[in-house]
């Protein structure tokens, strides 16, 4: 992938990682009425999967099925726990709730759309696309204040999963946050990384060091 950013419907590594490194599938949920309709969608709310959201949580499920996933994960909240619970039957595994999973909290600009955003909160709308890593929303967090409880876990569940795969279902901004670090890219540019509702991306994680699998 020359532009070095991975396609949401490029192939799965088919072989099992190699001894010392853990495999994430690291997946979005399906889309929810916030989602179909533009409204920000964090940590302070939580909408359920739509009539396309469940289609689409099924489909993932068909392309995941078979896959040697040892254990799936999930956000509490209801949008990726029933994604989890979708994929979960094809696996044959139990979701595992992980909190730390869950979506940045978007504030104040929970459940209002881009427009009013941008009309009600100019300049910290401004401010915010220039540098998400360290201004939050307001009322909100940042994507430093996510990685500080997202790395942790992520890590722990590297260390207990050591040469399998497993399955993280939870959203946009922690994948944002991982592909980010993965690629060396800015989060000014995360809309460019493709994370739609049930893509799914494949990082690797060995001795703290985090890639994209070999020949992605």
Known sequence: ??????LAGAALPLEPPRRGITRFLLVR???????????????GSDPPLNAKGRLQARVLARRL????????????QRRARETAVIIGQRLGLDPRTAPQLREIHHGEWEG????????????????????????????????????????????????RHRGQEIVCVTHGGPIRLVLSRVLGRPLTERHAFGVDNASVFAVEEAGGSWRLPAGA
Not at 1 to 6: E, F, L, Q, S, V
Not at 65 to 76: D, E, F, K, N, V
Not at 130 to 151: N, S
Request: glycine share 12%; aromatic share 12%.
């Open 1 to 6: 992938m020359t532009a070095g950013i991975p």
């Open 29 to 43: 949920h399906g889309e929810t009425e916030y989602k179909r309709t533009g409204r920000w969608q964090g940590a």
């Open 65 to 76: 099925a078979g896959r040697p996933a040892a254990a799936l994960y999930t956000s509490p």
């Open 112 to 159: 209002k759309t881009m427009a009013a955003v941008r009309g009600d909160w100019p300049e910290e709308y401004r401010a915010y696309e220039a540098d998400p890593r360290v201004t939050p929303r307001p009322g909100g967090e940042t994507y430093e204040e996510l990685g500080e409880r997202l790395w942790p876990a992520l890590a722990r569940f590297a260390d």
